[in-house]
């Protein structure tokens, strides 16, 4: 899959099918677009593209703290897996910001015969273009209906968000159709998890959405390995040092210098809230038990989702 960052227009002589959005998480109904656009630009003999940002919209525009769902590590890894010919991410600045709607379309999208947008979609200065905006251009349009989570409720990132911070993960994971995840180098913390017999690789991690505190099954990508272990997200009150959320995991079975190395960590199941513990060996202890505990789901459930 081609990438191509975008400061200003685009000039080429391909022609595209191609689906516009910011796509956090590339969720079911993200999903859904890029379906059709693959269909589309099969039937029709078009290059198939995906058209986004590269940092979300109201993260400047707002200055609101927009953590993502995906890193754009994942999204372009994943979009590639899915057959995506070509991948264009604009830079969003506050010119970009500015533009109307006509003046974005002539813009960014001269080079699209076919458009294929989510039923909801805006863009433009103030978003006041939306899909009424699109008719009587250049290009074709498809807008795809909302795929429902229930009757009230669309599938949305921030329903995802809602249920990643209720700690339903596995509803969660099933919307995004993949396990949620956060990947980040190990760092070097206290030296205390190889004391107590479990050793936790430390993941250093910004730019994330951070799911409920808790202890969670995981599986562990490395390299090309998979592994599996238990994860702690939160800020270890028994030892009452940290101000920031930690992520460690405790990798089942493996016994490797980790530091400076990159690792995925996908949450499969939320185990229980961080507790306090009144000394080590009650740690230990529970430890113990979460080990015991997780095996067992993850065995049941084969390790998979
Ligand atoms: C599965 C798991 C569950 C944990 N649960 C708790 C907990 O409930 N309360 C707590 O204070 N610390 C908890 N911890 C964090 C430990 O305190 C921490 O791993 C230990 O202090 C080692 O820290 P270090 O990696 O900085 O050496 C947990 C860690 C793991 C891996
Ligand atoms: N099974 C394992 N799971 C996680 N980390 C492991 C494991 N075995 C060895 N390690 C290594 O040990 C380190 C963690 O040990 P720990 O005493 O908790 O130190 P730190 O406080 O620096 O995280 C990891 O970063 C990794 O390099």
Redesign the pocket.
């Known amino acids: 899959m081609n990438v191509i960052y975008l400061d200003k227009e685009y000039l080429t002589d391909e022609h595209y099918a191609l689906a516009l959005g910011f796509f956090d998480g590339l969720h079911q109904g993200h999903l859904a677009l890029v379906d059709e656009v693959k269909k589309i630009a099969d039937e029709k003999h078009l290059k198939s593209a995906i058209m986004t940002f590269d940092r979300h919209p109201l993260s400047l525009l707002k200055n609101e703290k927009c953590q993502s769902l995906i890193s754009s590590n994942d999204r372009i890894e994943l979009l590639a897996d899915m057959g995506i010919d070509t991948l264009f991410v604009i830079r969003f600045t506050m010119d970009v910001a500015k533009l109307s709607p006509q003046a974005f379309i002539d813009q960014y999208l001269k080079h699209v015969d076919h458009l294929v947008v989510g039923f909801d979609f805006h863009f433009g200065h103030k978003n006041k273009g939306d899909v009424s905006s699109l008719s009587h251009q250049h290009f074709e349009v498809s807008v795809i209906a909302p795929i429902m989570y229930d009757e009230k409720r669309k599938v949305s990132s921030t329903l995802i968000k809602e249920l990643l911070t209720s700690g339903n993960v596995e509803e969660a994971n099933r919307l995004l159709t993949r396990p949620f995840s956060i990947r980040g180098e190990?760092?070097?913390?206290?030296?205390?998890?190889?004391?107590?017999g479990?050793?936790?690789?430390?993941v250093d991690f910004d730019s994330y959405y951070v799911i409920r505190r808790g202890v969670y099954g995981v599986r562990v990508k490395l390299n090309d390995s998979v592994?599996y272990?238990m994860g702690n997200v939160g800020i270890n009150p028994t030892f009452n040092e940290l101000s920031n959320d930690l992520l460690?995991?405790?990798?089942?079975?493996?016994?490797?210098?980790?530091?400076g190395?990159t690792i995925k960590v996908e949450f499969i199941k939320f185990i229980r809230d961080e507790k306090t513990f009144s000394n080590i060996e009650e740690l230990k202890l529970q430890l113990k038990k979460d080990e015991e505990q997780i095996k067992k789901t993850l065995t049941i459930t084969k390790y998979s989702i």
């Open positions: 190990v760092v070097h913390g206290k030296k205390r998890g190889r004391t107590i479990y050793p936790t690789a430390n592994y272990g460690e995991v405790h990798i089942f079975d493996l016994d490797e210098d980790l530091y190395k």
